[in-house]
């Protein structure tokens, strides 16, 4: 079982995002920003371009819907979308508010936030987050 199935399952705690029955959004626990948020599919599956092209279209609605929270809770330019999926073989996309293209930098230095600090900013998503 992967890491993100144990997450999606509750094995694994998480700064829960969004949620419907099929996809999961949770903190990115090193965000880049703040309200850095990956967004994943509950079924196990490695590489996003193995899903198939309904369940890929699902994802990607559903991580619409997420980057719309994340909008409204952390106003910013625009919310940028971005699957690396190098270290974690369970597909995802990494939601990360934007106030200039440099925010989208991998190798940035990741903040170190409290764990009060991380469940306001998922509280503060998951309230704006639309089902
Ligand atoms: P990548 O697979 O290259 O897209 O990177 C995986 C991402 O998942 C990294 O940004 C990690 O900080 C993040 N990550 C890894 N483990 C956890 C976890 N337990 N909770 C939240 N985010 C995680």
Known sequence: MSIFTKIAEGEIPSYKCAENEEFYAFLDINPLVKGHTLVIPRREVDYIFDMNDDELARFQVFAKQVAIAIKKAFPCIKVGQAVLGLEVPHAHIHLV?????????????????SAEEMQAIADKIYSEFVK
Not at 98 to 112: A, G, P, V, Y
């Open 97 to 113: 508010p934007m106030q200039s293209e440099k925010d989208m930098n991998f190798r940035n230095e990741k903040l170190s936030l």
